[in-house]
């Protein structure tokens, strides 16, 4: 896979702005576990979900990528219901 598969049609600015920087990371696994999420799930994400998630892609790709991979410990206040949702579906991806 070589990038999005969903297209930006249709997205407001700030969910087009979201997309475009989960596929564009830093690090290819990292391009790989936000793209697809966001691919699967921008169009239903509320704005307070915007938020964290926005508040998620400002840290660090090694960082989240422990976390994701079970290697280091989510800090309380990241282990939310959305980075939950986030692991959870990079991990059926996977499979």
Do not use: C, K
């Amino acid at each position: 896979m070589t990038g999005s598969t969903r297209s930006s049609d249709g997205l407001d600015a700030r969910r087009r702005r979201v997309l475009f920087r989960s596929w564009h990371r830093g690090i290819r696994e990292m391009d790989l576990i936000m793209g697809r999420f966001s691919d699967a799930h921008i169009d239903g994400l509320t704005d307070a979900e915007l938020d964290e998630y926005e508040r998620l892609m400002e840290l660090r790709d090694q960082e989240i990528l422990s976390w994701i991979d079970g290697t280091g410990t989510v800090p309380a206040n990241y282990d939310t219901p959305l980075f939950r949702r986030l692991r959870d579906f990079n991990h059926q991806v996977e499979r």
